[in-house]
């Protein structure tokens, strides 16, 4: 990567790990929490069973996503990301934009859900499928080392040197994701048809990260690069 590449890139990279996460300012910290005992979501989850078929139709019977309906898979992904998400289709801060064709089909299903409980249950039964061991089959090629470089200055920040995510930086795991759905995902915020609804913060921060992207084919080595930890 050339070294006038990676100066352009340095302060954006250091923006992102300034606004992505909570922006608590206390100086002192916080006496530890208690841990809780796991949650027992079976009633929660055999309540979002009798939900879940009309997800079923795109995103498939065991959650593991369809190409061919433009449905990722959601099995592998965090209960609240996928939550985040939900709520976001359903209050119009996301699949709102006249481009954004399949956020647009998307967020009819989501409003399907009645309520945050709804959301939830759903959400618990997704997590209960099988789909969460099953690996995306890869179709993308990319420069992976020219992918890891870019990984490193403005995802690795938030999204961890795995890409496991970090809830605590409102990043979800990006490994385990369909390769063709983060691709859509970053050009959406790079073409300004996801982040832009004032009161999507997260989504907000991001959006100004992907800006640092350059071109398409960068966005194709990044993920390449993701595709490959997921392989590991």
Wanted: proline residues 7%; glycine residues 8%.
């Amino acid at each position: 990567m050339k070294l006038h590449t990676l100066s352009a890139i340095v302060p954006l990279a250091l923006v992102m790990l300034a606004s992505c996460g909570p922006t608590d300012t206390a100086t002192t910290d916080p006496a530890p929490a208690p841990v809780a005992a796991p949650a027992d979501n079976s009633a929660l989850a055999a309540q979002g069973k009798g939900l879940y078929p009309t997800c079923a139709a795109c995103h498939g019977q065991n959650a593991e996503g369809m190409k061919a309906m433009n449905a990722p898979a959601l099995a592998h992904q965090e209960p609240w990301y996928l939550e985040r998400q939900l709520n976001n289709f359903r209050a119009d801060f996301r699949g709102a934009h006249p481009n954004d064709t399949y956020g647009a089909q998307m967020a009819p299903m989501s409003k399907t859900l009645a309520n945050e409980e709804a959301v939830k249950a759903v959400v618990a039964y997704i997590k209960t499928l099988p789909g969460n061991g099953m690996r995306p089959v890869a179709t993308i090629t990319g420069n992976i080392d020219k992918g890891k470089d870019y990984y490193n200055m403005i995802c690795n920040a938030c999204h961890g040197p795995g890409a496991t995510g970090n809830e605590a930086l409102n990043s979800p795991m990006l490994i385990g994701s369909d390769d063709w759905y983060m691709v859509r995902q970053i050009d959406n915020f790079r073409k300004d048809m996801r982040g832009l609804h004032p009161k999507d913060i997260y989504g907000g921060q991001m959006h100004t990260i992907a800006k640092a992207i350059p071109d398409d084919q960068t966005v194709l080595d990044v993920t390449a690069y993701i595709n490959s930890l997921g392989q590991k």
